[in-house]
């Protein structure tokens, strides 16, 4: 039996298309996404100083969209371009937990593709 969920957006900046938070009930972790013009705007942010798992959108040579996913000690550090990032709420950080956070986007992802 399946049971919804509820999903928590928090708009930081006040806008839909500037930086937002989001929760989902019964989920250890946080995700954020944060265009490009905003990355120097989240120093306010501790927690995207911690351990985390974030993935990198964008488009190929051939204009095609694709999907970097990697992990960080501390993911305001890797990022350069748009991102949408996968933190835990709850300290201390783990990196194995991360490192199954990280396995288990992956698989979702080459179970999307199939």
């Known amino acids: 039996m399946k049971f919804g969920k509820t999903i928590k957006i ?3 900046d006040g806008e839909p298309n500037g930086r937002m938070s989001c929760e989902l009930s019964n989920w250890s972790g946080k ?3 944060i265009p490009r013009i905003k990355i120097k705007d989240c120093s306010d942010r501790e927690d995207l100083t911690s351990t985390g798992v974030y993935l990198l959108f964008g488009k190929d040579d051939e204009g095609k969209d694709q999907v970097y996913i990697g992990e960080a000690e501390s993911i305001l550090k890797r ?5 949408q990032i996968t933190v835990s709420k709850f ?8 490192r199954r956070q990280l396995k288990s986007l992956i698989m979702a992802q ?3 593709w199939r």
């Open 10 to 12: 928090f708009l930081i």
């Open 31 to 33: 995700a954020y996404k």
């Open 79 to 83: 990022l350069n371009e748009t991102v």
């Open 91 to 98: 300290k201390p950080l783990n990196f194995d937990y991360e």
């Open 110 to 112: 080459i179970e999307r």
